[in-house]
């Protein structure tokens, strides 16, 4: 079974900066695409950013210049690196990767359980 676990959400004050972490385990093969997604409250879930297996990378304009998406194809990992945090960007934030399980013939869409990242004003 594949599995994404996400870690280092939390508090921080307007302008900081937190690092986000997700790995992935199971049986994989091999994975394509990893991203991070959004979800603030009454929201819908948005696209924050994704890099490929050869680490071309894709932002939401609303993070270009702030956040840093960046992946380790041998650790399984993602890691989304926030700067120049402001209010808007408090949600949940949920790791995503597009994962071939071992004995499989197609590539899945997983999803973590979430991180909250909440930046104070």
């Known amino acids: 079974q594949v599995q994404l676990v996400e870690s280092g959400g939390g508090l921080v004050q307007a302008g900081g900066s937190l690092r986000l972490s997700c790995a992935a385990s199971?049986?994989?093969?091999?994975?394509?695409?990893m991203g991070w997604y959004r979800q603030a409250p009454g929201k819908q879930r948005e696209l924050v950013a994704v890099?490929?297996?050869?680490?071309?990378?894709n932002y939401a304009d609303s993070v270009k210049g702030r956040f840093t998406i960046s992946r380790d194809n041998a650790k399984k990992t993602v890691s989304l690196q926030m700067t120049s945090l402001t209010p808007e960007d408090t949600a949940n934030y949920y790791c995503?990767?597009?994962?071939?399980?071992?004995?499989?013939?197609?590539?899945?869409?997983?999803w973590g359980q979430g991180t909250q990242v909440t930046v104070s004003s």
């Open positions: 890099i490929t297996r050869d680490s071309s990378t």
């Open positions: 199971g049986r994989i093969f091999s994975i394509n695409n």
């Open positions: 995503n990767a597009d994962i071939r399980s071992s004995g499989s013939l197609r590539y899945t869409d997983y």
